[in-house]
């Protein structure tokens, strides 16, 4: 009576980062398509009981260049060393943490324990059998022995299928977390992939800022020169590269920090550091609050783990009851009384009378353990609430940074580097006016990849059930007690 436990898997639609560069800066990223419509009809109703890999479509793979786009590129690190296949996708990521990450296999584990647990309740006890002499030595005969005896002990009341039924439950509740662990694993591998993919443009940004601080230092010792500058211009641009040296080493250690932090969440925590390829920007509608809250409530595996935990405590409380009904056992044997000379048989019927222990204690606990997954379910859907209420006003904070980063803050950045180049060529304006500007557009996209991995991240916590620590090890759906803790499980 194996129960199908829905799952929703977080999907997300990974396309190629634009290659970017920021020395002639032109019109901003052009959009991408929203999720495709399979993974939207994934991301949008129930699943089945089989974990549902993480659909994203490998993007193609963009050389890394420049481009006029003022944006930094996603893409290859110049000293990241290629893999055999190109850069790496999300897809190839979690490939590789659904067959590494350790915690799948331990809540594989509770699973086949409670299967375990299930068969040994279920199974009647085992007959006795034995030899008995009596009355040895009476008239100097060997007495009366009883040959062959035979005692079974019979389980009454259906106690040994509620048993049974018992642990099939918790065998739910085990598919249940291991279903939750899954969308740990993918949600936390897809949070860190976002990381990383942030970590290599910043890098990429930082080593532009970094070259352009450079020129400024440069163009500052000519003006000086000529005198068109001073000790203090010279003084400052140097500060400011070596700042931006710095920035670029912090960001370096950032990127080899983020790269640790995916390799654990897949599992392989020696994986070669490498380049990987996706997209940052938003690439579909803005989540709706609603439909979100929603979904979270219907399809969340926490709400259906205490929902079926209650059936499990319901079944519980059954078991207990039955148990004052006693087992009735019996026996047989064959034997010879050698006093008398002739064959003996023996029959027996014996049953426990529950005058005193009628088990009323454990039925006591197992209502109040009844009582509790009641309010448990309440409990739960009520954190969730809040826990989502959390999320979601990351993820429409982080995206309004994002849009206003997007369509308001870049475009005017690298029009204004534009019209600074444009008047440099015509004699209008000064170099160091361009470097300026440019500057202000590296600095600008630093600020615009933290918008996006606080936007990402919000975005996997609030697609993915709020489920994203794919590392924190599942819990024993059933913690022993003093009902679970019997050498014969009931």
């Keep these: 009576m194996r129960r199908r436990v829905r799952a929703i898997v977080f999907g997300a639609s990974v396309s190629a980062a634009a290659a970017a560069g920021c020395q002639t800066p ?90 375990g647990k299930a068969l040994q309740a279920g199974l009647p006890y085992n007959p006795t059998a034995g030899i008995l002499g009596e009355n040895i030595g009476a008239d ?48 936390g591998l897809t949070a860190a992939y976002f990381d990383v993919l942030a970590a290599q443009r910043t890098v990429e940004n930082d080593r532009r800022l970094s070259e352009n601080a450079e020129e400024a230092v440069k163009t500052t010792e000519q003006m000086l020169n000529v005198g068109q500058a001073n000790q203090q211009d010279l003084l400052q641009a140097q500060v400011e590269a070596s700042q931006a040296r710095v920035a670029v080493r912090t960001a370096e250690a950032r990127l080899r920090q983020d790269w640790v932090h995916l390799a654990t969440l897949v599992g392989v925590p020696d994986l070669p550091q490498q380049p990987l390829t996706g997209q940052l920007e938003p690439d579909g509608p803005a989540l709706n609050r609603d439909e979100a809250l929603a979904r979270l409530l219907q399809d969340s595996p926490e709400v259906a783990f205490a929902v079926t935990k209650v059936r499990q405590d319901q079944t519980q ?14 026996r047989g044997g064959v034997g010879y009384n050698y006093e008398t000379r002739n064959p003996t048989a023996q029959v027996g019927l014996s049953l426990p009378l529950p005058l005193f222990d009628r088990n009323q204690g454990t039925v006591r606990q197992a209502a109040a353990d009844l009582t509790r997954s009641h309010a ?14 959390d999320a979601f006003t990351r993820y429409q904070t982080s995206r309004d940074e994002v849009e206003n980063f997007r369509d308001q803050v870049l475009p005017k950045a690298r029009k204004a580097v534009e019209l600074y180049e444009e ?24 600020e615009y990849s933290k918008s996006l991995v606080q936007f990402r991240r919000a975005e996997v916590e609030v697609r993915g059930l709020l489920l994203v620590d794919g590392l ?19």
């Design 26 to 115: 032109d019109p901003q990223p052009r959009q991408q398509p929203p999720y495709p419509a399979a993974i939207s009809r994934v991301a949008s109703s129930p699943a089945t009981a089989t974990a549902l890999p993480l659909v994203i479509p490998a993007a193609a793979v963009v050389p890394a260049g420049e481009s006029a786009s003022g944006v930094v590129s996603a893409a290859v690190l110049p000293s990241a060393a290629p893999t055999r296949g190109g850069p790496l996708t999300i897809t190839d990521l979690e490939q590789l943490a659904l067959a590494n990450n350790p915690t799948l296999v331990q809540a594989t584990t509770f699973i086949d324990a409670a299967h």
């Design 140 to 187: 100097r005969t060997a007495g009366e022995w009883t040959w062959f005896s035979l005692q079974q002990q019979v389980v009454t009341g259906g106690k040994l299928r509620l048993s049974r039924m018992k642990y099939e439950q918790e065998a739910e509740l085990a598919e249940i977390q291991a279903q939750a662990q899954r969308l740990k694993v993918v949600n």
């Design 317 to 330: 409380l059954q078991r207990e009851r039955r148990e004052p009904i006693p087992n009735v056992t019996v």
């Design 376 to 389: 448990e379910v309440t409990r739960v859907q009520l954190d969730l609430q809040r826990r989502f209420a």
């Design 423 to 446: 008047q440099l060529k015509a004699r209008r304006a000064a170099f160091p006016q361009v470097l300026v500007a440019r500057r202000t557009v590296y600095q600008l996209n630093d």
């Design 472 to 490: 924190t090890a599942p819990s024993n759906p059933t913690p022993p007690g003093h009902i679970g803790a019997t050498p014969r499980p009931r």
